[in-house]
């Protein structure tokens, strides 16, 4: 008499180590069942293969009823009970947002600094600060590169218009439209590349991780005041 394997289920997915983590994105889906998806506590979660099966393990939890009404904190186990890092509310610094990271013992492992655009049509760009590393840097591929200038270079007024639509506006509605793709750079390293249809991807050994999931929880198009309904928009899987 033969025994079937028992079928794989979203809690039977094991949390992943998050210290080796080389991607990762925030989702509810476990893995793919056929065309379906099997749907599991909202986390960040990383590719991972159990047998022949890839699944989307958890590597931190999110608590989606205290995230909108409370502090922005991840959780290392399902019951939402050993944090393991907090994002404390931005304080305003010379005109930039900045967003202190404390780990599992409220103590300060880095800074996330939101820095408003020079001058329009750009949007804002984003630091990281890690202690004893360079400053990271996370620009989208056109921040260097001036609309009206392009505008001489390609003849034409369009172009402008075209550049201006996609490098504004930092008051963007979080549902329209897919995020801008960012690339994060300390000096002339590419350390982390985050957004569009894909999930956030870390390049270096020496960035903190937690680091990186203050960053996406945080999200490059989040409202100042969030909402259940703000949540499902911005963490929907995405076609890719």
């Not at 019951?79 to 967003?99: I, N, P």
Request: with cysteine; net charge positive.
């Amino acid at each position: 008499m033969g025994f079937r394997k028992p079928k794989l289920t979203a809690d039977m997915v094991p949390v992943a180590d998050w210290h080796s983590v080389e991607q990762f994105s925030i989702s509810n889906m476990s893995r793919l069942n056929g065309r379906e998806a099997e749907r599991d506590m909202w986390a960040l979660r990383t590719p991972r293969m159990i047998g022949k099966k890839l699944t989307y393990a958890p590597c931190a939890f999110l608590n989606t009823s205290a995230f909108v009404n409370g502090p922005q904190q991840l959780f290392e186990d399902r019951d939402c009970t050993r944090v393991l890092l907090t994002v404390e509310d931005g304080q305003e610094v010379d005109g930039q947002h900045h967003f202190r990271v404390l780990d599992t013992h409220d103590t300060p492992i880095g800074t996330i600094r939101k820095v408003p655009p020079k001058s329009r049509p750009f949007r804002h760009t984003w630091r990281i600060d890690q202690p004893d590393r360079p400053e990271i840097a996370g620009r989208n591929e056109w921040s260097g590169i001036d609309a009206r200038s392009l505008a001489v270079r390609a003849g034409g007024e369009v172009v402008v218009a075209a550049f201006s639509s996609l490098l504004a506006s930092d008051d963007v509605d979080p549902g329209q439209g897919p995020p801008r793709v960012l690339v994060w750079k300390g000096g002339a390293e590419v350390v982390m590349t985050s957004g569009g249809a894909h999930p956030y991807r870390i390049c270096t050994d020496w960035l903190d991780r937690r680091l990186a999931f203050a960053v996406a929880l945080l999200g490059d198009q989040l409202p100042a005041r969030r909402n259940r309904h703000d949540l499902e928009r911005l963490w929907a899987p995405r076609p890719a």
